[in-house]
């Protein structure tokens, strides 16, 4: 089986944190870092693999 991958983001560190716990329930794996655009409004992402 092919590995799958996503990007999960949100607007604030809080709700990453919840977006990210989330997924890791659902098997997701953490793939690298956090990161943080800061263009405006900061957005903040981490990408899974499962």
Do not use: C, D, H, T
């Not at 949100?10 to 709700?15: E, I, L, P, V």
């Amino acid at each position: 089986m092919a590995k799958q991958y996503m990007i999960a983001g949100a607007s604030s560190n809080s709700k990453l944190v919840e977006e990210v716990q989330s997924r890791i329930n659902e098997g997701w794996v953490l793939q690298g870092g956090v990161s943080v655009a800061l263009g405006g409004q900061p957005y903040f992402a981490q990408a899974l693999v499962k």
